[in-house]
């Protein structure tokens, strides 16, 4: 192995393990919704609103990562961010409403620099034909991290360690890891700043945001990917343990495999997308299962498969999310790869931003604001998931494929 492709590989190793505390944060309020509720004094509602913000920050701040990563690098931008997300987790423990909101967001606004950063090592470091596979392998990182905010939280929490305690622990952690990036992500000459950046960053943004492909890349994403970030992620355990029944342990423990189906979906999905080539019927084949899953989630008896089995393949399938992240790459320049990441987080996070809210507000309404909800009120609030799905497999069957089975010249 070359000395530059180990450096490639240290690059994305520890932007990867970044990535993997940052979802940590994202998804661990989903197994402490009910100390968070009377620690702020908010109702679950609110709670869910203020747990939100992540994506408020995430959305906006993926243009910036993107656009900063194209003109500075990944070793000038990446440490910001860790140390934003830890920031964000010690204001987070304060108790203060304000101060836990303002938290939130940061960790948000900081933890995009992970996923952004680490996928524009992974494509600009390594062979085209490797893309999907590595972008894959990086949402691996993102899930296992999101699979231990619950799987590895959980119990914690329920052995007596506070809430507090836990946040205060990973905003130190957060700024740990900030300074192993900065001394362990190389810098390589061609990273240095490059006069008037900023304005061809922003024309790179406009070069993206042209492209209907890019579009509607973001929108299959996101689609996919909100029967995660806003169902499991947040009301998962809530919804097995009112819905359906089950003690908060064995709740947890189906919660958190769907991002466990992730470890294994996502480079799963990418290595079959490069090994035959094609991206669309990948994204087509495991949308369909994941409409299936989440029918028997919401509508089938609890009994109806071997425990723990939906809850893996339905994360296993929604790892197609990450194959449009590897299509809006293959779709517009490679001087624009960091900007094209930056634009697909922000309109795949955009929607977690704006649905949150109006699928929180929805289940409230439908229950009459109960302090304990029926299984109807879960199933009339997010059926609209299933709805959304069913629209990202349209849409792909508009997607030029970008596949390198596609681009080969006809013999």
Request: net charge positive; with cysteine; charged share 10%.
């Amino acid at each position: 192995m070359s000395r530059s492709v180990r450096t490639a590989v240290v690059a994305w190793l520890v932007t990867a393990l970044y990535y993997f505390y940052q979802y940590t944060l994202r998804s661990a309020p989903a197994v402490m919704m009910p100390q968070l509720s009377d620690a702020f004094g908010l109702t679950a509602m609110g709670v869910a609103s203020m747990v939100g913000l992540f994506y408020w920050g995430y959305s906006p701040f993926s243009l910036v990562a993107g656009a900063a990563m194209d003109g500075l690098g990944p070793r000038r931008v990446v440490p910001i961010g860790a140390a934003a997300v830890g920031i964000g987790s010690l204001l987070f423990a304060t108790g203060d409403s304000s101060l836990a909101s303002f938290g939130r967001f940061l960790q948000g606004a900081g933890g995009v620099f992970a996923l952004v950063g680490a996928i524009f090592i992974a494509t600009s470091s390594f062979p085209p034909s490797r893309a999907a596979t590595l972008i894959g392998a990086t949402q691996m990182f993102g899930m296992a991290g999101g699979s231990a905010g619950q799987f590895v939280v959980g119990p914690i929490i329920a052995s007596g360690v506070s809430w507090s305690a836990f946040w205060m622990g990973m905003g130190i952690a957060g700024l740990v890891i900030s300074v192993i990036l900065y001394f362990l992500i190389p810098a390589p000459e061609e990273t240095k700043p490059r006069p008037g950046w900023i304005k061809t960053a922003v024309g790179g943004l406009g070069v993206v945001f042209r492209n209907p492909q890019s579009i509607l890349c973001g929108m299959i994403a996101g689609f996919l990917f909100i029967p995660t970030t806003i169902f499991d992620m947040v009301w998962g355990v809530r919804y097995l343990q009112e819905a359906r029944g089950f003690e908060y342990a064995e709740a947890v423990l189906r919660s958190s495999l769907v991002p466990f189906g992730w470890i294994i979906g996502c480079p799963l999905l990418g290595f079959i997308s490069d090994r035959i080539g094609r991206r669309k019927p990948v994204i087509i084949g495991a949308a369909a299962v994941l409409l299936g899953c989440l029918a028997l989630i919401l509508y089938g008896p609890a009994d109806i498969l071997p425990p723990y089995i939906i809850g893996i393949v339905a994360g296993l399938a929604s790892g197609a999310a990450m194959l449009p992240y590897t299509v809006i790459k293959e779709a517009n320049p490679p001087a624009v790869g960091g900007s094209a990441t930056g634009v697909i987080n922000f309109l795949n996070f955009t929607f977690s931003a704006l649905l949150g809210p109006v699928f929180g507000w929805v289940l409230s309404t439908v229950s009459g604001g109960a302090a304990e909800m029926s299984i109807d009120h879960y199933q009339t609030a997010f059926e609209p998931l299933m709805y959304g799905v069913a629209i990202a497999i349209m849409l792909t069957l508009i997607l030029k494929e970008t596949g390198p089975a596609a681009r080969r010249p006809a013999p």
